[in-house]
């Protein structure tokens, strides 16, 4: 939750002291039903009713964590990696470097296993996690570690230990008993056998097949396991053609398969699709001087406290971050610039920024684009790279031979990034060209149509990017 003004960070921090008192409360008696006479078990029980009074004195998390931690000490259950994510990702075998005394013991005789944080998106925090007598009893942040440093936040340091021993947790499928569907309706969620809900699911999956795969649509999400049924993959066919899909959706035989991690991700599947290549590149914060953030969070608002430390060193260093987003998110709130804008529209916001810096500013990297891009590769008329006959190799036009030539030749002088020619009877054109004349109608008059973002502001927005290149 963002709280972004002190007024409704004291409401929030009140609701939660009194969610914090009825949940100390809840707990100790869920875990009296649960560990039944165990001393232990009480003791903790009790540990949980003390610390509940002091949590309006001391820090709400600290109780909280300390609290269940202390409990889980003395309920003694063997976990599962099945639930939860963080020892279920500690990998025993592959050792290295600093990483060769994992396992190391305390002088209490407690286990530390070294492991990774998967409780977030972000998922780039190492742990150390506690074991006692096979049950896990605390988890912190790796100091060795390179991202988070020794920190964590609350769901890795706390929210997933529960996950492992909580009497309530899923530990057999569901089958739901109420066919109708609503907000205010209740699914009638039942446990059946794992024989029976995979005979279920089988029988279902048969029949579509059997009817007709299309009728099957596969949705990667975080569940799956990405080796063996999830993940966009390339598997080359029979005729020696690569169909898209899943190990899962292609066995299948449907071509309904959507790349992401749910609904709110479209991003995966549609970059990818068109530019060969996820969105997921984060800017390198330690060196950058200047970051135009388009809806897209940075680290505080994931709240991984590696990134969220990043992103804090690099505004204290003097990094201007330049937010487009219609909310006032936590990176705006620390932003050089917030510029908010019309949903869905960011696209137009970028296009007019291409159209400033290669019409009005004329500034780039020209050599970088000339020898590090497919800019220069001369297109021909259909779309595609012009190819030599010979070689089937690309081509470019070379401007001090006024020559075409094989884009692999040392001999080039200069490559144009510019013009039309003509090559074996047929014209051509250099990449770059035509996404220069491609930018041409995108004017920032015309952004600020669509988006509502003034164009002096994407002239401004542009001209400092280049100029912080």
Known sequence: MACHTPLTRARYLFRMKELF??????????YIKSCGEDPCAAQGVLLLKENRKKAGQRGLKEIHYKSVCRVMENVKRPYSSRFGGNPGSIDRSKTGGRM?????????????????????LQNDC?????VRDGVVVEIKGDPECPSNKGKLCGRGALACIPGFYSPFR????????????????????????WDEALDLVGSRLRGIRKE????????????????????????????????????????????????????????????NLVHGVYPEQIADLQYCKYLVAPGRTVGPNSAATGATKRFL????????????????????????????IRPGTELAFALSMVHVILYE???????????????????????????????????MWDAVANKA?????????????????????????????????EMRPYTPEWAEKISTVPAEIIRTVSREFVENA
């Open 361 to 395: 500013l004329k500034e780039f990297d020209e050599w970088f684009v000339k020898n590090r891009t497919n800019g220069p590769y001369l297109i021909a008329e259909d779309g595609l790279y012009y190819r030599d006959p010979d070689t089937s190799k690309p081509m």
């Open 170 to 193: 899923i530990r057999k499928p569901l089958k739901r008993t109420n066919p109708n569907k609503g907000l205010d309706e209740d699914p009638g969620w039942v446990e059946i056998g």
């Open 212 to 271: 007709d795969p299309r009728k099957l649509v596969f949705m990667e999400g975080w569940g799956t396991a990405p080796g063996r049924f999830g993940r966009e993959v390339w598997l080359m066919q029979p005729d020696g053609h690569n169909k898209y899909g899943s190990p899962f959706s292609l066995a299948s035989g449907t071509p309904n398969c959507v790349g992401s991690h749910g609904p709110m991700c479209a991003i995966h599947y549609s970059s």
């Open 405 to 437: 030539k094989l884009f692999c030749d040392e001999d080039i002088a200069d490559p144009s990034l510019e013009g039309e020619f003509v090559v074996n009877g047929q014209k051509v054109r250099p990449a770059f060209f035509i996404i220069k004349e």
């Open 126 to 130: 190492g742990i150390l996690v506690r």
């Open 100 to 120: 060769k005394n994992r396992n190391r013991q305390d002088s209490g005789g407690d286990q530390w296993l070294k492991g990774w944080c998967a409780m977030c």
């Open 313 to 340: 060193d690099a505004i204290d260093r003097g990094m201007k971050l330049v937010v487009i987003d219609p909310r006032c998110s936590v990176e705006a709130s620390k932003a050089y610039r917030w510029i908010p």
């Open 21 to 30: 008192e009825e949940y100390f409360e809840d707990i100790a008696q869920d």
